[in-house]
Each structure stands twice: as C-alpha cells, then as structure tokens.
C-alpha cells in the first residue's frame, strides 16, 4: 500500500532539545518537501529536496535541518534554534519530469509540542 | 515571491447548496500551476482539483470546478450540491511551472491562509 508515513503523530520535547521528525515515502517520489502550519496560517516551505543528497531552502528555514541520504526518506531536525517550535508539521512528495509533475502527496502530519 | 490571499476566513451553508470560496494570487510568472486542497479535521491534506496558467479552460472534478482569470490572478471554487463531508478547510495553492531547460523540478508550494467551510444539516 503506497504512501508517505510520519512518526509519531504526536511529539512532546523540553525547550532547548533537538528533535527529528520521521518522514517516509515509498511512492518511488523524486521530491520531498516538508511543511509548517500555525493556527490559523496556511502552510509554509521550510525546506525540499529533489534528489538524494541535496536539498534547498524554502521560506522559513531558520531552526531547521534535514537531509536526504534515501529516496525514500527525508528526516527534519528541529533544533533548539528554532523560537516558536509547537506546529504541526506536513511532509509530501511528488514526482518530477513528468506530465503530473506538480501533484504533491502529502503524509498525515506530526503535532510537535515543546514546553 | 508569490503571495496568495484566501479573503473569506469562514464561510457557512446549508447542505445542498451552491458555495464559491475567494482566492487571489500575485505573481510576476507566466507558467504556475493552481490548486485547492481540503484539509478536513483529521488534518490530512486532499487535493481537490488542479489548474495549469496555460490552459483556459476551467478545471471540473465531479461538484468541484474552478473559475480561473489569469488576467485578474483570481481563482474561485466552486464546489456544487455541497455535502456534509465537503465541511473542511480549503486551500488556494500556486507552484511555478520550470522549464524544462532549466532543470525541470518543481518548486514547493505556496499556500492561502484557509477557508473553514462549515455545510450545516
């Protein structure tokens, strides 16, 4: 059964702890993309990859890291860094070169709360 | 940058009925593509019907269908005969389109900041 998978569902942290939010596609997806949303805010790009071992920035980068070292999985680290945590956090995918090019998958989410 | 700009925080109908939900979008890009998602309270996110810049044609998905002016950068949904589990957030999206020369790939996505749509009994 495709899809994109994210663990946990729910996350609690102490302030000043690195986190890392799981994100796992195996849709056979180039791109993966990892997303933030706020009460009350739309989603915003924190970062996306393409392609194994590279990775941009999207708006809202600062605190955050990630790699790509498998197709199939692209991990967030949210550090201490990052001022305002608490979200809810989306990963999706897509393919590229293709037709349906700009179709994204998203995955059920992951609620990080920090304290 | 893009900005995308969703006017109707809340919007409330009875079942049955006809409901058209805002969206605007700035943009200095010729070739972008449009989407709705729904985000219902399990908070998965749904595409619910796609638009490319280049086409003129407007998008029909079942009782989704869109009204797109590219001239005026407006992107409307239409959604008909609504149904109690129509009752979700909706959100106004724009990618931009590369070309192929340049890589192809796509760019992540920008989104509105939501529509609650609420299809009361």
């Known amino acids: 059964d495709g899809g994109i998978t994210q663990s946990p569902k729910y996350l609690f942290r102490k302030e000043g702890q690195n986190v890392t939010l799981s994100c796992e596609q195996n849709l056979n997806h180039d791109a993966m993309y990892w997303y933030r949303q706020d009460p009350g805010q739309g989603l915003r790009l924190i970062y996306y990859s393409q392609i194994v071992n590279d990775f941009q920035k999207g708006d809202i980068a600062e605190g955050y890291s990630v790699s790509r070292e498998k197709k199939e999985s692209f991990p967030l680290t949210v550090t201490s860094a990052q001022k305002n945590p608490t979200a809810f956090y989306l990963c999706a995918s897509s393919i590229l070169y293709s037709p349906s090019t700009y179709e994204q998958y998203f995955g059920p989410g992951t609620r990080l709360t920090v304290t | 940058a893009q900005t995308v700009t969703q006017s109707q925080p809340e919007m409330s109908v009875q079942e049955a009925e006809t409901v058209t939900l805002s969206c605007t979008y700035d943009t200095s890009e010729n070739n972008y593509y449009l989407f709705w998602y729904k985000q219902p309270p399990s908070r998965q996110m749904i595409l619910v019907i796609r638009q490319e810049a280049y086409k003129q044609q407007n998008a029909t998905e079942n009782r989704f269908s869109v009204n797109f002016q590219k001239a005026a950068k407006s992107f409307s949904l239409k959604i008909s005969d609504s149904q109690l589990g129509d009752t979700a957030m909706y959100f106004c999206?724009?990618?931009?389109?590369?070309?192929?020369?340049?890589?192809?790939?796509?760019?992540?996505?920008?989104f509105g900041k939501g529509t609650h749509l609420i299809i009361q009994p």
């Open positions: 999206a724009f990618m931009k389109r590369r070309r192929a020369y340049s890589g192809g790939g796509a760019d992540g996505l920008t």
